[in-house]
């Protein structure tokens, strides 16, 4: 297991500035971010030109990560895979190839994105939906010998109502969509503001986990008390502002970091564990953000094994 970091946190740095920082405090691996643009909501970053790229490109990025004795451990574009505008779905899916394109050019094993949703279906017709749309995806990723694994965020701030807005928080869901060829990016700090045990639910799936995320959640359930599992209702300026918990990076909230990892040894995991830094209190500045990835880096490489 390696210990890595989604460069999605800081979008006005260069992969190269990051390569360089990353190599320099101690992280062996980054899931880079791909994103075709940034400004739609915060955390995405282009650090990977996927719509240009080619061999020369690609030599580049290669000699970069060698440089730094870093992995390169994913290609990451999460975006809404069932996104109601027809038009926009197809242009979120032909960006997913080019990930897949660009991933199969570096020799990277994964592209990561969503599931998504259509809010105005069901979950039982967007679960129809999802299997006509995703299975060509995952079919032109085998053929190059890419899988694309999907972050079981919850994603309620795309549904105008706070309700799950990406189909692949739970583990039902998760079997849902390995049966159409998917793989689980596993983050456990969904799971733990859901009310599901983060350990017991990674332990049955870890040989469809070949990438996981490091994120923390810190709950406060005497908030709960006062808005329910659901969050704010009438004091909701912010469809991300549950009011009863929040993400943190790794060792500030409240996932047990010393189970998850044992449990990810025990099954057998053998890739990256990449944190994913969306902390509100170590954000503002590059400054805070890269000392809020050197608090995780504190956290979990004691837990990692060389």
Known sequence: MKLGFLTACLPRLTLDEIAAWAAGHGYQALEVAAWPSTGSRDFEASHLDVAGFDARAAEDVRALFDKHALTLSSVAYYENNLHPDEARRGEIAAHVRACVDVAALLGVETVGTFIGRHPGLSVKENLALGERVLPPLVEYAGELGVKIIIENCVMEGWHPDGYPGNLAYSPELWEWMFDLGLYLNYDPSHLMWLGIDPVAALRPYVDRIPHAQAKDAQLDPRARDRYGFFGRAVAREDGWDSGWWRYRVPGLGDVDW?????????????????????????????????????????????????
Do not use: C, K, M, N
């Open 258 to 306: 010393r189970r998850i990892v044992d449990a990810l040894y025990e099954g057998g995991f053998t890739g990256v564990l990449s944190v994913e830094h969306e902390d509100p209190v170590w954000s503002g500045d590059v400054h805070r953000v890269t000392q809020g990835l050197e608090i995780a880096h504190r956290t979990l490489s004691p837990l990692i094994v060389g």
